[in-house]
């Protein structure tokens, strides 16, 4: 079973900040934190992961609380393409899926 | 680089039939990983492959199988098909090292069995 809990859905405006929280109260000292998107009829795509820091890519930063018992995943300047369902995952060696957050990014 | 690629991209079969579907992993990869997803479900974990055994394994029955090349292409194989495992089947690559490598997926076959 999924061991990561998100909002079922979420809305934001063009242009400004999506923040998608994830709590994975359960995680396990050694268990990453990784985040994908799917978009409809695409296969999920990797976003960023971390352990205990916070971490910053080309898409995306990766918030992690102190506790490691939840994260926020930002976009920093949402476009009408990063409308998708969210994916946040805790775990090494394989990943379980839950059922995400779906963001509707709108003009 | 190409990425993950799978084949084929549809397929329609009928109930007791049998499929195979094909993996090609991203350039670099070891491990290849299978999931199925349901319309409207998050993917779910088949199983795993590395250095051509299955190292892990889902809650799947033994009708869905798999084997891994030694040029790391996988292929999940499907027996006697049922009407619910219609489905989008995605394959996975990832580096076994350094641990945490994210997967990196494909766009996955579209599965209807009739």
């Known amino acids: 079973d999924a061991k990561t809990t998100q909002p079922p859905s979420m809305d934001c405006a063009e242009g400004r900040a999506a923040n998608l929280p994830c709590n994975h109260s359960?995680?396990?000292?050694?268990?990453?934190v990784y985040w994908y998107r799917q978009i409809h009829s695409q296969g999920p795509q990797y976003i960023i992961h971390g352990l205990k820091n916070n971490e910053t890519n080309e898409m995306a930063s990766l918030i992690i609380t102190e506790d490691r018992k939840s994260s926020t995943l930002i976009l920093p300047h949402a476009t009408l393409r990063d409308t998708a369902v969210y994916y946040c995952i805790s775990h090494t060696d394989k990943l379980i899926f839950g059922t995400g957050t779906r963001l509707q990014v709108f003009p | 680089d190409a990425g993950v690629t799978q084949s084929p991209t549809h397929l329609i079969k009928t109930r007791g039939q049998q499929v195979t579907l094909r993996c090609s992993p991203k350039s670099g990869h070891d491990t290849v990983s299978w999931y199925q997803q349901a319309l409207g479900q998050g993917p779910q974990f088949i199983f795993q492959y590395y250095e051509e055994e299955e190292r892990q394994r889902g809650n799947f029955p033994d009708r869905f199988s798999g084997h891994q090349f030694p040029n790391y292409s996988s292929e999940l194989n499907v027996n006697a098909l049922l009407l619910g495992d219609s489905a989008l089947y995605l394959c996975?690559?990832?580096?076994?090292?350094?641990?945490?490598?994210?997967?990196?997926f494909g766009n996955g076959t579209r599965l209807t069995v009739t």
């Open positions: 359960t995680i396990s000292g050694n268990e990453y």
């Open positions: 996975a690559s990832s580096l076994v090292a350094p641990r945490g490598s994210p997967l990196h």
